[in-house]
């Protein structure tokens, strides 16, 4: 079957720094797309990889192991805003859909 | 312009009205898509159009009734809906089907009563 795992919520200190990780069981692998969801609000694009390594961008970082089936998205410098739930997608076979996990509820605390 | 419209964006009906979701993108985007997501859960993918053409039907049941009249609008036409069909739709758009990047609205959030 296709799987995809993350923890179901973390807690950090503003001004921190945050790993969430995401570990993938899917048939075929053709990238891995991190969210970031508000409550109420809709998904926004955080980052992509599809090769190995880490992509940085701002205060975010993503980076992706296809051997071991294993993502993180790294957050520094935490900001009160930075509180939401953090989605790892997969696209999987040929037919380009993603298959989401169940997300990770970050809460920042002061 | 890279935004994705959505309206209405509350809607309660009854399990016998019709109504209809509204999805709009500007961005010449050619793949649109509709997401059924429930509380603390993530998006599931209801229907894919590339080129106004229906490719993915993840079999939704018929009380769902998507429409692409063009290449920016996307529809979601409702009728006879369940109470379990209380959810945010989120509708989304990216330039192709291969293209990474889903750019989504901020959803409709529908109650059935």
């Known amino acids: 079957g296709q799987n995809i795992d993350q923890p179901t919520e973390m807690t950090a200190t503003e001004g921190a720094i945050v790993q969430i990780n995401c570990t993938y069981q899917t048939s075929g692998f053709n990238g891995l797309f991190w969210y970031q969801q508000h409550a109420g609000e809709a998904p926004t694009f955080l980052s992509y990889n599809v090769l190995d390594g880490l992509e940085e961008k701002g205060r975010f970082s993503s980076f992706l192991s296809r051997s071991k089936g294993y993502s993180y998205l790294l957050l520094k410098e935490l900001q009160m805003k930075d509180s939401a739930s953090y989605l790892c997608?997969?696209?999987?076979?040929?037919?380009?859909?993603?298959?989401w996990g169940a997300g990770t509820k970050l809460i920042i605390k002061p | 312009d890279t935004e994705v419209t959505q309206t209405p964006k509350h809607l309660v009906m009854g399990m016998t009205n019709k109504k209809s979701l509204k999805c709009e993108q500007h961005?010449?985007?050619?793949?649109m898509y509709w997401y059924k997501q429930k509380a603390k859960k993530p998006p599931e993918l209801m229907f894919v159009?590339?080129?106004?053409?229906?490719?993915i039907n993840e079999s939704v049941p018929s009380r769902f009734s998507p429409e692409c009249p063009n290449s920016s609008l996307l529809n979601l036409h409702l009728h006879a809906l369940q109470p379990e069909d209380s959810a945010l739709y989120l509708c989304?758009?990216?330039?192709?089907?291969?293209?990474?990047?889903?750019?989504f609205g901020p959803g409709t959030r529908l109650t059935v009563t």
């Open positions: 961005m010449g985007h050619r793949a």
């Open positions: 997608a997969v696209r999987g076979d040929s037919n380009y859909q993603l298959i």
């Open positions: 159009y590339s080129y106004e053409k229906l490719s």
């Open positions: 989304a758009s990216s330039r192709d089907r291969s293209s990474y990047e889903q750019y």
